[in-house]
């Protein structure tokens, strides 16, 4: 099943699981499809299924991720109290995902409270994981443009 295979939901209850994936949508969509543009109401949270999905922020598509495996999460801005999504995700493929709306998600966290926190806890985890890999992708950019280019020699100034 496409949701115990993602991080986020492993080893979590059979009845909270059961009632995430009763409350899923799939939606299946072309190449090139946008399934939320950053600054829109973040109402869905979404988990990959198949197909491959490009996550972007900014004008020049700054802090990109390619989300391709399975179980793969992202929308997470619609779980964590933001009003507006955070970024853009734009379907590279022919793409599969399960949508979840977040307030049936927050009614299951809430009946659930243990699986809930546990929930909340991993997505802590992974928005940590891809703040630190948009950390590294900053300082190597930071790094190309110190870098000297030529034989990195001072010409002299004629008199």
Not at 96 to 122: N, S, T, W
Request: charged share 25%; net charge neutral.
């Amino acid at each position: 099943m496409f949701v115990k295979q993602s991080e986020l939901f492993w080893n979590l209850g059979h009845d909270f699981v059961k009632e995430v994936v009763e409350k899923s949508e799939k939606e299946s969509v072309a190449k090139g499809y946008i399934l939320f543009f950053e600054g829109e109401p973040a109402t869905h949270f979404y988990t990959l299924i198949k197909g491959s999905v490009r996550i972007k922020a900014g004008e020049a598509g700054r802090g990109m991720f390619v989300l391709n495996h399975t179980g793969e999460s992202f929308g997470w801005s619609s779980l964590v109290g933001r009003g507006q999504y955070s970024a853009t995700a734009e379907c590279l493929a022919p793409t599969l995902v399960a949508r979840f709306h977040h307030q049936d998600f927050e009614k299951i966290c809430e009946k659930y409270p243990v699986d809930g926190r546990m929930f909340m806890k991993r997505l802590a985890g992974l928005l940590g994981q891809r703040l630190l890999r948009s950390y590294d992708m900053m300082a190597s950019s930071m790094r190309a443009e110190e870098t000297v280019y030529g034989t990195g020699q001072v010409q002299e100034m004629a008199d």
